[in-house]
Every structure is written in structure tokens, then in C-alpha cells.
């Protein structure tokens, strides 16, 4: 065995063992031919081991190393021994007195070779660096927990470096919208050109403040729609110069939406609310002349000093009818326009629904025997609901005026009640049906009368298509405001079925009334 060069055995090695041992380092020497270690002693009690008796070789701390760490040790032992690597540099585990696997970081050197160059003696240390590594391990998993979670975050976890001669690049992306990028600059790439140069106005004027910065733009996603992202975060100055933002982005074009349609119906009620001001005017200074009209035209049908002849008679009467038709319509559009505006007042009571029936029925008896048509109760128990009095009078008077109207000479309407636990989500309900074995509507005039303005046009055109006017409609809002529905079917030669659905419980009424009031505006047909 050789001897260990006259450093090793000074006092200055002695001083520099002792320093380095504080700082949980030893030095060890290997006399590689003999395979005698030197100065192990440091490391094995480290580890908890005594110190050997006789002794202790390579092939003894061999046996200490990790198995799945040897064959790489072994490998860079060699390289360093052929001259590939200037200096043995190795971390690997070993096992303590307790059977625990400690962190060893080794480095070392060969120092003195044969004639033939063969290895003969090297030098180096050992450092027990468990901690560092365990805290290496911790920090990579944390940093693997926090890229997890990041992926699972909705938005867009950013980190954005403005450098010192003013060039802007995304360094970092992670989260759900990190998908829509091919890298952190496809970002930037993938903004609309306006908004790309706003971003880095907006950036620019951060870091001069610096203040938190917040910009909303447009990028393209991955449907190839323009999608709205709100940024925002704080900038932190480097020791570089540049200024650093990391931050969060999140997709606000459903928002956006919302916002828009927020102001789009707003528009919308506001021009409703301007109709409906427009049409109670015009309906106001309409039926004033026309009253005039009508006026004028019953006083030349009864004037005794030049009273008129047949034939003026005749048009003096078409005046009167056709006047008496505009102002019934002028007062349709009154009474709509009253029921969008809200000030049609209502007084909803509890009422006996067969009551109210049998109370309608007599009222239009007298027109039902001009025309020769039956009119039919059928026999049940009373029934509540919830309405108010006058509306559902008028309600109902407008289909049974309809169905005796429009009914052929010999027919019959035939009205019944029932009550249903369920008349729509789950709510009981009072139902009243007037059904007429007239010559029923064919889908387009069905269709005609649920519109208030189709309608007045049928009507205007002369037409005798069944139901024409608006009192369906009127009939239809009125049902709405009080948490009830109309629902209508006819077939041609089948007669036709108009159908009241009426809340028996008031809460519920009030709360489907008020639903109603703010669909009103666009309320066109119920089905």
C-alpha cells in the first residue's frame, strides 16, 4: 500500500479536517490497489457506525450504498479513471446505523497514478447534504402539487416580463385556457392587433406608476371565435430592471353576453314603454273625432227637418258601423297598451269559478237566442280561483262571444270546470273550457288570433275569418297578469276549444302574475 503524501498527515490537514467536519464534510483518501480507505472515520460516525477495528475498505462502503444508486457511482468512477471526467462527482444514498437512507453528495479526484497510468491513489470528500435533497424533493413536489392545481384553475395563471429595453414577452401559462396556446408568446400572437397594442400600453403605464395593472381583450380561441379575457396583476420590479407582472386572466365573454343582452332588453322595454305611451295617445286623440263622426252621423239619421233618403240612410248606417268598429279597436289598443304600461289595475280575490260562469252565461244568453245557439253548463262542484272579478268577466264573456258568434245557426257551447292537481309545474289549478261545434279555424288562423296586430289586420281586410279583433289577445294578458294561461285549439269543421288555466292558491298566483308582467311586452301568444 502506499503511503498518504506528507500533506495529509500535517497540521494544516489536521486544521482543514476539523473546519470542514463543522460544516458536515470529511475528507477520505483511497488507496485504490490495496483498496484501504483513508480518514472514513468522519462519515461513519455520521451515519452511527464505529469506527472499524482493522480497517476499512471501498468494497465495505460499497455495501452501504443504495442499490439502485451503486451501478451509476461505479460508471462515473470509470470515466474519471479513463480521463473523460476531470473531477468523481456523485450523489447517492446510504444507509445508517438505524437501516435509514441518508443523502451523501461524494467528490473526488485521482491523484497518483503507475508508469502504465494506472489509478493508484485518490482523494476527495463526502458531505452529508440528506436535508438539502429532502428539501429539493419537497420543493419539486410542492412545485408539482402547484402545477396540478394550477391546471385545474378555470382561467389563465400568467406571468408576463416587460425587460429593461422595452421588449414584452409571456414567460409562463397554466390552467384550463392554457390549452388554447401553443406557448406562453402564442398568447400575445393570438391577440386582436388593437387590443395587442393596449395590452402593452396598458403594461408600459403599470410599470411606470407602478400601480396594478387590468386590461380586458380580445384573443381568438380555439373555435376560432374572438373570446374576451379580463387580466389582472401586480407588478414587482427585478434586480435586472425588467418588471415582472404575475397574475390571473379569465374568460368574460359569457359576461360580456349578458352585459350586451342586459342592454338590449333595456333598449327593448324602453321602446316598448314608448309604443305603448305612443299608442294610448293615439288612441286618446283618435277617438275623439271619431266620436265627432259618429256623432254627426246619428243626428243626420234622425234629422226631421231634411231627414235622408234610402240611400243615404244606407251609407249614414255604413259609416256608423264602420265607426263604431274603429273606436272598438282604438279601445283594444287603449286597453294594451294600459296592460304593457302596468297601470291596468287589478284586485285579485278568491271566487267561486261556476259562479263566475253561470254569471258570463246569462250575460250573453240573449245574444246566443238571436242566433239560434245553445248555450250549456255542464253539472259540477264548485270550484275556487284566484282572479280578479271584472278581468275574468271580461274574459270570459270574450270567449263565449266568440264561440256564439262565430258558431253556426243550431249550434251549441258547452262549458265545463275541473280542477287539476297539476296545472303546470307541479301547481293545482281551476280550469274552465268553452268548446263550440262551429266550423273551427284551420293552424294559420289559429296562429292569426294569438297575434294582437295579425289580427286587426284580418280584421281590417273585412275577412270573416273566426276570431278576429283583438279580444283574444287582450283576453290572453289579462289571463297572464292574474298567474293564469289561455290555451286554444280548433280544427276546420271541428269547432274550436279555448281553455282557462286559473292558480287556486294565491301566493302562487302573485308570484306567476308578476312573471308575467315582465314578459308582457313580448308576450304575443300563450300555447
Not at 265 to 285: C, D, G, N, Y
Amino acid at each position: 500500500m502506499s503511503e498518504p503524501a506528507t500533506p495529509f498527515r500535517s497540521a494544516e490537514f489536521a486544521l482543514l479536517h476539523e473546519a470542514l467536519s463543522g460544516a458536515a464534510t470529511w475528507v477520505w483518501e483511497w488507496h485504490i490497489e490495496s483498496d484501504v480507505l483513508v480518514e472514513i472515520g468522519g462519515s461513519l460516525e455520521m451515519l452511527g457506525l464505529p469506527p472499524p477495528a482493522s480497517g476499512w475498505t471501498q468494497a465495505d462502503w460499497d455495501r452501504l450504498i443504495h442499490p439502485d444508486d451503486f451501478g451509476r457511482g461505479e460508471d462515473l468512477y470509470q470515466r474519471h479513471a479513463r480521463g473523460e471526467l476531470a473531477v468523481y462527482e456523485y450523489t447517492y444514498r446510504v444507509h445508517d446505523a438505524g437501516g435509514r437512507w441518508r443523502w451523501m453528495q461524494e467528490r473526488g479526484r485521482i491523484v497518483e497514478r503507475d508508469a502504465q497510468g494506472r489509478p493508484l491513489r485518490m482523494v476527495g470528500t463526502q458531505t452529508d447534504v440528506h436535508a438539502r435533497v429532502e428539501a429539493e424533493q419537497r420543493g419539486r413536489e410542492a412545485e408539482h402539487q402547484l402545477v396540478t392545481l394550477a391546471g385545474q384553475v378555470p382561467g389563465l395563471m400568467f406571468q408576463i416580463r416587460l425587460d429593461a429595453q422595452g421588449q414584452t414577452r409571456v414567460e409562463r401559462i397554466s390552467g384550463r385556457l392554457a390549452g388554447w396556446f401553443r406557448s406562453p408568446d402564442d398568447w400575445l400572437d393570438r391577440l386582436e392587433p388593437d387590443d395587442q397594442a393596449h395590452l402593452i400600453q396598458t403594461l408600459l403605464s403599470s410599470a411606470d406608476t407602478p400601480r396594478d395593472w387590468r386590461c380586458e381583450c380580445r384573443v381568438r380561441g380555439p373555435e376560432g371565435r374572438w373570446r374576451w379575457l379580463l387580466a389582472h396583476a401586480s407588478p414587482e420590479r427585478a434586480v435586472d430592471g425588467s418588471t415582472v407582472w404575475s397574475g390571473y386572466a379569465e374568460d368574460v365573454s359569457v359576461h360580456r353576453e349578458l352585459q350586451r343582452a342586459r342592454q338590449d332588453t333595456a333598449v327593448l322595454a324602453a321602446a316598448s314603454r314608448t309604443q305603448s305611451e305612443l299608442l294610448s295617445r293615439m288612441s286618446h286623440e283618435l277617438r275623439t273625432p271619431m266620436n265627432a263622426v259618429l256623432g254627426f252621423a246619428q243626428l243626420m239619421e234622425i234629422d226631421a227637418i231634411e231627414p235622408p233618403g234610402p240611400v243615404q240612410r244606407q251609407r249614414l248606417a255604413a259609416i256608423r258601423k264602420a265607426g263604431e268598429h274603429l273606436v272598438s279597436l282604438i279601445g283594444s289598443v287603449l286597453e294594451l297598451s294600459r296592460i304593457e304600461s302596468g297601470v291596468l289595475g287589478l284586485v285579485p280575490q278568491t271566487l267561486e269559478l261556476r259562479d263566475e260562469a253561470v254569471k258570463a252565461l246569462a250575460l250573453m244568453q240573449p245574444a246566443a237566442d238571436r242566433v239560434g245557439v245553445e248555450l250549456r253548463l255542464r253539472p259540477g262542484e264548485p270550484l275556487r280561483c284566484q282572479a280578479d272579478a271584472e278581468r275574468l268577466r271580461q274574459v270570459l264573456l270574450q270567449l263565449l262571444g266568440n264561440a256564439v258568434g262565430h258558431n253556426r245557426r243550431g249550434g251549441r257551447v258547452t262549458v265545463d270546470l275541473m280542477a287539476l292537481a297539476d296545472g303546470g309545474q307541479g301547481v293545482p289549478a281551476a280550469v274552465l273550457r268553452v268548446r263550440d261545434n262551429g266550423p273551427g279555424m284551420a293552424a294559420a288562423q289559429l296562429a292569426a288570433v294569438r297575434d294582437p296586430f295579425a289580427a286587426v289586420a284580418v280584421a281590417d281586410r273585412g275577412s270573416d275569418t273566426p276570431r278576429r279583433g283583438m279580444g283574444l289577445p287582450i283576453a290572453q294578458a289579462l289571463l297572464a297578469l292574474m298567474g293564469g294561461r289561455l290555451l286554444l285549439s280548433s280544427e276546420p269543421g271541428a269547432g274550436c276549444e279555448a281553455t282557462v288555466v286559473l292558480p287556486v292558491d294565491a301566493g302562487l298566483a302573485d308570484e306567476a302574475a308578476d312573471s308575467a308582467a315582465a314578459a308582457l311586452p313580448w308576450l304575443q301568444s300563450i300555447t
